[in-house]
C-alpha cells in the first residue's frame, strides 16, 4: 500500500482561500490518477477534481472557476487549490491516487481526511 499524508484544511470565512496537499510515500512505480473528493455530512461522497499523469485536469462543475488542481511529479504530491470558498464546500477532503507498485501490480490509496469548513 501507498500512504497518503494530507494537509492544508481549516476554517475559513466565505470568500476566502485554502490549499490542501497530499503527498504519496513509499515504492511507487508510476501514479497515473491523483484526485479529491469530499463528503458533507448528509450527502454521497463526490469527486472534486483530478488530475492524470500527463497533466489533464478534471473539475466538478460546482467549483469550476474556483478551484485548481496541480501535481509535483517530483514530489508525487497533488494540490487543491481553493479560493473564494463558499458555505456549500465545507466537507471532508480526501485524497485519493491511483497507480502501480511495478508493472504488475496497482495500487488505489486513499488519504486520512482533511475538514474545511467554510463560514458564511
Known amino acids: 500500500q501507498v500512504p497518503l499524508v494530507e494537509s492544508g484544511g481549516g476554517l475559513v470565512q466565505a470568500g476566502g482561500s485554502l490549499r490542501l496537499s497530499c503527498a504519496a510515500s513509499g515504492s511507487i512505480f508510476r501514479i497515473n490518477v491523483m484526485g479529491w473528493y469530499r463528503k458533507a455530512p448528509g450527502k454521497q461522497r463526490e469527486l472534486v477534481a483530478s488530475i492524470i499523469n500527463g497533466g489533464s485536469t478534471n473539475l466538478s462543475e460546482s467549483v469550476k472557476g474556483r478551484f485548481t488542481i496541480s501535481r509535483d511529479n517530483a514530489k508525487n504530491t497533488v494540490y487543491l487549490q481553493m479560493n473564494n470558498l463558499e458555505p456549500e464546500d465545507t466537507a471532508v477532503y480526501y485524497c485519493?491516487?491511483?497507480?502501480?507498485?511495478?508493472?504488475?501490480?496497482?495500487?488505489?490509496?486513499w488519504g486520512q481526511g482533511t475538514q474545511v469548513t467554510v463560514s458564511s
Open positions: 485519493n491516487v491511483q497507480g502501480q507498485i511495478d508493472f504488475a501490480r496497482r495500487f488505489v490509496s
